[in-house]
């Protein structure tokens, strides 16, 4: 039924925004250019491979039309921030002493790659309401759908984070504890998404900016660090959001929500987990100068989850689709496949790189 898409956007809508929210502020702003280009090859080469990938996987194995592989593709290429927790940042990077290898990538990967997929949503949502393909308004599309929503969302939140910085840098140490408060994040973090989406740009990148600049004026280790109150709060918020929706994930299974997919689907979404995202990982970390066993983790750890369901209802809720029952299972067993194997292995591989002095 459509409310059930309905409640299920808005409630892994929440919890998108809220992960969004902490990887930007354990990014900051102390990484250069030099640093960003690895989380980006992993956006301009990854992502358009991949999605090419599962389209053709699902139009030519599962047989689906072309509207449904490019909501499926489109679905299933963002890194989901939530689930990916444990592989990400663990504090604040400062200046002197960051992180810029793995967890630093996946993180950045993550953060942006949630708001640059949604381009792709809104074509399959325009191709589920036009005659044809070739029938979408594409100069509306490029200009409005991916120039004007990616440049406005970065700047809103780029704005609210600096403008929030600089109020909190004005203040003495004892006016910033009562302002640098978990509730204060909480509330920029929905304040971000507003404001992106009263301007009709895309909210998840207002947020993931604004988190990154609200540190913009507090970059010293010796001042008083954002992350001892802002981050945490936010981060055990998400944490209790991400347990509540993993109960109602175990209990959709055991409701039969595997079911909507057949072996064919199954084998698929191991494809997608197990080779297809860590062949299209790796060739984008043939741009970097990381070790091959730091680029074959990274290229691994493509974590799909919540971001992927949030994606999948908004398309139904805001598109025609037909038949779409298979992709359900479809991107349910691609979460849980990635829940159950990159859970096991995350730990283990960050020992391995630990003890080989890999960050």
């Not at 900051?28 to 992993?42: E, I, Q, V």
Request: charged fraction near 15%.
């Amino acid at each position: 039924p459509l409310w059930d898409f309905k409640i299920g956007k808005i409630v892994t809508e929440i919890i998108v925004v809220t992960s969004l929210m902490t990887a930007g502020l354990k990014i900051g702003t102390n990484y250069n250019l030099a640093d960003w280009k690895k989380p980006l090859a992993l956006i301009c080469i990854t992502m358009p491979l991949f999605m090419v990938a599962v389209f053709l996987l699902s139009k030519y194995i599962l047989g689906l039309s072309n509207l449904l592989s490019l909501l499926l593709a489109a679905v299933l290429v963002p890194t989901d921030p939530v689930l990916a927790n444990d592989l990400q940042l663990e504090e604040h990077q400062d200046l002197e002493e960051k992180d810029t290898g793995l967890r630093f990538t996946l993180t950045a990967e993550a953060g942006i790659n949630d708001g640059i997929a949604f381009p792709f949503i809104f074509l399959a949502i325009l191709y589920s309401q036009s005659s044809s393909f070739l029938a979408i308004d594409w100069t509306y599309f490029f200009s409005y759908y991916i120039l004007y929503k990616i440049v406005v969302g970065s700047i809103v939140g780029c704005v609210i984070g600096y403008v929030f910085s600089y109020f909190v840098h004005r203040h003495n140490k004892k006016d910033k504890k009562n302002i640098l408060s978990g509730f204060i994040a909480l509330a920029l973090t929905f304040l971000s998404y507003g404001v992106g989406e009263i301007f009709h740009s895309y909210g998840f990148i207002s947020v993931f900016c604004s988190g990154i600049f609200m540190q913009y004026f507090s970059k010293k280790r010796k001042q008083n660090r954002i992350e001892h109150t802002m981050l945490h709060y936010v981060e055990e918020t998400e944490k209790l959001m991400v347990a509540i929706w993993t109960i109602f994930f175990g209990g959709s299974i055991m409701s039969g929500i595997l079911g909507y997919t057949d072996i064919t689907g199954i084998i698929v979404s191991l494809i997608i987990v197990l080779l297809i995202r860590p062949i299209m990982g790796y060739l984008a970390m043939l741009t970097t100068n990381f070790t091959k066993p730091k680029k074959l983790a990274i290229s691994f750890f493509g974590i799909k989850g919540i971001g992927s369901f949030f994606y999948l209802s908004y398309a139904l809720v805001n598109g025609n689709f037909d038949n779409y029952d298979n992709l359900i299972g479809i991107v349910s067993y691609v979460v849980l496949f990635s829940i159950i194997i990159h859970g096991i292995t995350s730990l283990s591989v960050i020992d391995y790189l630990k003890n080989y002095n890999e960050k």
